[in-house]
């Protein structure tokens, strides 16, 4: 038999049509499969379901690493933890003229939805917190352009600060399964982080929250991971693949296979099918040759160019590739 889970699949993809999304024993079933036929044809269906809600366009992201180092929490797989010893770059918060050059080359790219990240637990110095508002200001006056921002654990306050100063969306990964998180972070709790994104949706903004996958997690513990996401009703998932940092905890932990993360792609897909599911951080070392399919599974966003501490893909050749695939780059965030 050429396939055997066909019928499966396609029920599946008819569910998602109809906005019912894919059951807990659903998406294990889908990480389960092991057939090179039917993998293929799972990709093909989310594929569907993507263009269904989402249309031709791919929605690119940048960041810039606005703040580096020396960050209290000891999450296993950061080169930016100050209990590592890494090479990892360190320095004070940029100021509001060098984050606006990096958004404005962003532009030039395709790339309207541009985000200021910071390392550490959050920020306390009232005048880093002004700089970041009055930054995030800018951001919001220049045309097309979403501000973003990925600055730790907040109060309710800040939040609204943020927001009034012209946030669109805030991002905070949960990083992995609540059932797993001890094993990858110790010095703050896993509630903590979906209070930090309660509190953000609370205050107005747009959350972009999603995870690392390849931490040693079970494949049980990334749908654990899909279902917290649904529940939280984030807008936008970025999923990352552990890329081993030297110095760090994960530093010897074995690549994902490139079929597991399109299965797992596709699984998010079908949990989440009307969300924005957005490829970032070390998709260029685990899918290697691969990276097209990210799309054809079911994402329809990407990080592009240089991540935190580790360097990305060129958004020329981002941009090149969707419309290779006869797909199309943003031209505004949020269209």
């Known amino acids: 038999m050429l396939f055997t889970n066909e019928r499966f699949i396609k029920e599946l993809t008819d569910n998602a049509l109809a906005g019912q999304p894919a059951t807990r024993d659903d998406a294990r079933r889908i990480l389960g499969m092991a057939q090179q036929t039917d993998i293929m044809l799972l990709l093909a269906h989310a594929n569907l379901v993507r263009q269904h809600f989402h249309g031709d366009t791919v929605d690119l992201c ?26 990892v770059q360190e320095y004070p918060l940029l100021s509001t003229d ?4 990096e958004a404005a ?18 920020i306390s110095a009232e005048e880093d917190f002004e700089s970041i508002c009055a930054t995030v200001g800018q951001l919001a006056a220049m045309p097309g352009m979403a501000p973003c921002a990925s600055l730790g654990i907040l109060s ?15 991002h905070h990964n949960l990083e992995t399964a609540e059932s797993f998180y001890g094993n990858i972070c110790t010095t703050h709790p896993f509630s903590r982080r979906t209070a930090t994104v309660r509190a953000a949706r609370e205050a107005g903004l747009e959350i972009c929250c999603g995870g690392i996958l390849g931490l040693g997690e079970t494949p049980g513990q990334r749908v654990e991971l899909a279902l917290t996401l649904r529940e939280l009703g984030v807008d936008s998932v970025p999923l990352n693949f552990l890329n081993p940092i030297p110095g760090t905890r994960l530093e010897n932990q074995m690549l994902l296979p490139p079929l597991e993360i399109l299965k797992a792609i596709a699984m998010f897909r079908f949990v989440l099918p009307e969300k924005e599911i957005r490829i970032c951080g070390g998709r260029e070392v685990n899918l290697r040759t691969l990276q097209p399919l990210m799309y054809l599974a079911g994402a329809n966003g990407a990080m ?7 360097s990305g893909r060129d958004p020329a050749t981002d941009s090149q590739e969707i419309l290779d695939l006869g797909l199309f780059p943003n031209i505004q965030a949020g269209e």
């Open 156 to 170: 309710g306050e800040q939040f609204a600060r943020l927001k009034q100063a012209g946030l669109k969306r805030y």
């Open 105 to 122: 080359h962003c532009a030039q790219n395709n790339t309207h939805r541009f985000s200021i990240v910071t390392s550490g637990k959050g």
């Open 62 to 87: 940048a960041i810039v690493n606005a703040k580096s180092g020396r960050c209290t929490e000891d999450c296993a797989f950061c080169a930016q933890s100050a209990h590592f010893k890494t090479s």
């Open 98 to 101: 060098d984050i606006i050059r």
């Open 304 to 310: 592009t160019g240089n991540y935190l501490t580790t």
